[in-house]
């Protein structure tokens, strides 16, 4: 599983129904589940290189299957 971690100066609050602070409390809550049920996952912050990161950790996953 893949986490991405948001970056607050990259958040856009319109067409959302939740503030900054609320996200962030789901995030931090999201991640409390994960890590009580002990579901393994990656942090990805959230940036202008993402989309690469998360391509590069699938691709390893697979060349590891």
Known sequence: SIFLE???????SEGRTQTLEECLDSDRKLMDFLDRWR???I???VGADT???VLALVM???KNA
């Open 6 to 12: 948001r970056h607050p100066d990259l958040y856009q």
């Open 39 to 41: 579901i393994d996952y």
């Open 43 to 45: 942090k990805v912050p």
């Open 51 to 53: 989309v690469e990161r």
């Open 60 to 62: 390893e996953q697979i």
